[in-house]
């Protein structure tokens, strides 16, 4: 019996807990819910900076890479130059929503323009459309750091 007590006393402390208001008379935050998160300048400023760091190294591997002779250097150059985009975004909170959109569309275009080069040769019509959508994406990623 004293078990059934515990689980009343402890249901009811719950559905006063979520249903409770706050001081201001509004209705406390359901749980799972939260405002978005705000970031200070500072690390808004860090979060870029890192982002155009990983940008460059991977831009100069893949620029690289690609304009040699050998196509698995080039293959994997493309594949670590998304991931290392792709993970400096995850491992950013506080990049702005202008940062993080133009990272993963140059991340979405390497790995395109990887799968494309998969079957067809660098001058068939359909490689040079996805080279050149890769190129434009990294042209908007040197003007959001600086290099371009």
Do not use: W
Not at 44 to 62: I, M
Not at 94 to 112: I, K, Q, S, V, W
């Amino acid at each position: 019996m004293g078990f059934a007590i515990a689980i009343a006393v402890g249901a009811a402390a719950l559905i006063v807990a979520l249903t409770r208001t706050t001081t201001s008379g509004i209705p406390a935050a359901a749980p799972g819910t939260s405002a978005a998160p705000t970031y200070t300048a500072a690390e808004v400023a860090a979060a870029h900076q890192k982002l155009c760091e990983v940008y460059k190294l991977a831009a100069r591997q893949v620029q690289i890479q690609t304009n040699g002779d050998n196509q698995a250097l080039a293959v994997a150059a493309l594949v670590n130059g998304s991931v290392m985009i792709q993970q400096a975004v995850d491992a950013a909170p506080a990049l702005p929503a202008g940062d993080r959109a133009a990272a993963l569309a140059l991340a979405e275009a390497f790995t395109n323009a990887n799968a494309v080069g998969s079957f067809a040769r660098r001058d068939d019509p359909e490689s040079r459309a996805a080279i050149n959508d890769a190129n434009a994406k990294d042209e908007r990623m040197k003007v959001l750091c600086g290099g371009g």
